[in-house]
């Protein structure tokens, strides 16, 4: 079976909230998020699973992934490098942070605490950022199309 990240269409493992997502799937089936007539959940939702948003293609995932680390975590909340993304998004009481900014770091050659710059003049250290955190939270790799048309959905680049 795929990893729930890759079943959903949510690389990132985004958790629902009052946030209504571009593509997002409603899943219980009474009334639609985004009007588009399809209410549907994709096949493998287990327990637990219910707790995540679930997205209708790989590209609304990574658009809403993007939007988190681009717009609110470096524009809002003025997360700079891995070592503060990676804290906030994966916090000690759910995983080991430590383990996950070392992945993330390594996997794409960007010291922790290195400031990743803008989104819109740095778009690749933004993109390795993203790619290595889905590594991290699906255990593989993802095709890297959906990932730069999300990239860009969210960024308007």
């Known amino acids: 079976m795929e990893p729930r990240g890759i079943r959903n269409n949510n690389p990132l493992n985004i958790r629902k909230s009052a946030d ?3 593509g997002q799937i409603n899943p219980s089936g009474n009334g639609n998020v985004n009007g588009n007539g399809n209410n549907s959940s994709p096949k493998g939702e287990g327990r637990g699973e219910a707790e995540f948003v679930q997205f209708y293609t790989m ?4 658009r809403a992934a993007f939007v988190i ?5 470096y524009g809002k909340y003025k997360l700079r490098t891995i070592r503060d993304i990676v804290s906030r998004w994966a916090p000690a009481k ?3 942070t430590p383990a996950y900014i070392r992945h993330v770091s390594d ?5 922790p605490d290195r400031d ?3 989104p819109q003049t740095h778009p690749t250290n933004w993109l390795l950022i993203g790619y290595a955190m889905a590594v991290m939270e699906n255990g593989k790799t993802l095709p890297p199309i959906p990932m730069i048309k999300g990239f860009s959905l ?4």
């Open 20 to 22: 209504k997502w571009q």
């Open 59 to 62: 590209e609304y995932g990574w």
């Open 69 to 73: 680390l681009c717009k609110t975590y």
């Open 94 to 96: 759910e995983n080991n």
């Open 107 to 111: 996997y794409t050659g960007i010291g």
């Open 116 to 118: 990743l710059g803008d």
């Open 154 to 157: 969210a960024t308007g680049q």
